[in-house]
């Protein structure tokens, strides 16, 4: 069993593309979607992605948050590609780039096709209290809200966003 421990943030600068370590185009789709996992039909999404040359389909537990369980299964890409198909809404591309900051890595998705203009940063960390060094490109956590999540993404992307959705949460 695996937990994730993840925090979610938009950005409020472009400073990190020098940090760039490596770049990573990905595209996933879901094998069910947003409203059976809120209506409580299913406790996990199944999610299929490709990375590069590799492939593989995910299992997450469904409640928001920062730590959620959750499994990784290699399978071959032309399976993946297969399974795309099959997904429920539509397949998120984006280009993953691995940024490190104050001794963690960082996960900035650049997104594109329909959810082109979103960039959010991601973090792992080992405990959800854990401490860690707040970079200056960091803006506002999102952590909490669903529709930053791939799944909300895949059915409802970016650019079918308001303009106050797209302002990010209120200040406070």
């Known amino acids: 069993m695996g937990v994730e421990i993840?925090?979610?943030f938009l950005l409020?600068?472009?400073?990190?593309?020098?940090?760039v370590e490596r770049t990573q185009p990905m595209a996933q789709g879901y094998?069910?979607?947003?409203?059976?996992?809120?209506?409580?039909?299913?406790k996990a999404s199944v999610r299929v992605r490709i990375e590069g040359p590799s492939a593989f389909l995910n299992i997450k537990?469904?409640?928001?948050?920062?730590?959620?369980?959750?499994?990784d299964y290699p399978v071959p890409v032309e399976?993946?590609?297969?399974?795309?198909?099959?997904?429920?809404g539509g397949v998120v591309r984006k280009r993953r780039h691995y940024?490190?900051?104050?001794?963690?890595l960082w996960e900035i998705d650049e997104f594109e096709g329909d959810n082109a203009g979103l960039v959010v940063a991601e973090?792992?960390?080992d405990a959800v209290d854990e401490a860690f060094e707040?970079?200056?490109?960091?803006?506002?956590?999102?952590?909490?809200?669903k529709r930053y999540y791939n799944l909300a993404l895949a059915e409802r992307p970016w650019s079918r966003w308001s303009e106050a959705e797209r302002a990010g949460p209120a200040p406070g």
């Open 31 to 42: 094998l069910n979607d947003l409203r059976v996992l809120d209506g409580g039909l299913q």
């Open 99 to 104: 940024v490190r900051h104050g001794g963690h």
């Open 134 to 145: 707040r970079p200056d490109w960091l803006g506002a956590e999102v952590t909490e809200l």
């Open 61 to 71: 537990s469904a409640q928001a948050g920062p730590s959620r369980l959750e499994f």
């Open 12 to 19: 409020a600068g472009d400073g990190w593309r020098a940090e």
């Open 123 to 125: 973090i792992e960390l």
């Open 6 to 8: 993840e925090r979610k």
């Open 79 to 88: 399976d993946a590609r297969q399974l795309l198909e099959l997904c429920v």
